[in-house]
T-cell receptor, first 113, second 116 residues
């Protein structure tokens, strides 16, 4: 089983739609969680951190369920510019300090007119 | 405040040559991470370094790959005797030293290595 699993998509949605991505992780010792966005041939950019209480940033809402080891990202009123690959990342704090991010393979979103 | 810098952005090597990839972390960041992204695959952790120390290299291939982060200068990822399978995008990330913000990693633009 992969450490972090995501549905690869692609998700093709019309502009204005609401779309949800899911991510599951296998290591229960994971301590923090993130969603990154990666445009084609570019570096990943941090979209948002994910907390158990849920967090919202404009049209984006992220949720964490530690019991089910599940992370979600909801995008409301999707825009053409939201088209990208969304990477789920799970963080372990290393014994010597520092962090190790494990990424899912990403979910591709295409927003269409 | 300049972000994470990587150079070269594109690197072409023939099989058997050496590849050197450089990464300068964001100003004030003392933690550097290297990741590899193969075509159509996710990012894979390779190594985590602090100044002059390798903290975790559990993702590094056992042979031909090495990394360093000297006291002065950028972090270097070195691949000896490259093979076609080494063709990938190599991303560097950095994070600040303070514990509270350490978990947030900022990525450089990557080096795209093509082995002919």
């Amino acid at each position: 089983r992969k450490e972090v699993e995501q549905d690869p998509g692609p998700f093709n949605v019309p502009e204005g739609a609401t779309v949800a991505f899911n991510c599951t992780y296998s290591n229960s010792a994971s301590q923090s969680f993130f969603w990154y966005r990666q445009d084609c041939r570019k570096e990943p950019k941090l979209l948002m951190s994910v907390y158990s209480s849920g967090n919202e940033d404009g049209r984006f809402t992220a949720q964490l369920n530690r019991a089910s080891q599940y992370i979600s990202l909801l995008i409301r009123d999707s825009k053409l510019s939201d088209s990208a690959t969304y990477l789920c990342a799970v963080n372990l704090i290393l014994t010597g300090g520092g962090n190790k991010l494990t990424f899912g393979t990403g979910t591709q979103l295409k927003v269409e007119l | 405040n300049a972000g994470v810098m990587q150079n070269p952005r594109h690197l072409v090597r023939r099989r058997g040559q050496e590849a050197r990839l450089r990464c300068s972390p964001m100003k004030g960041h003392s933690h550097v991470y290297w990741y590899r992204q193969l075509p159509e695959e996710g990012l894979k952790f390779m190594v985590y370094l602090q100044k002059e120390n390798i903290i975790d290299e559990s993702g590094m291939p056992k042979e031909r790959f090495s990394a360093e982060f000297p006291k002065e200068g950028p972090s270097i990822l070195r691949i000896q005797q490259v093979v076609r399978g080494d063709s990938a995008a190599y991303f560097c990330a950095s994070s600040p030293p303070d514990f509270r913000n350490q978990e947030t990693q900022y990525f450089g633009p990557g080096t795209r290595l093509l082995v002919l």
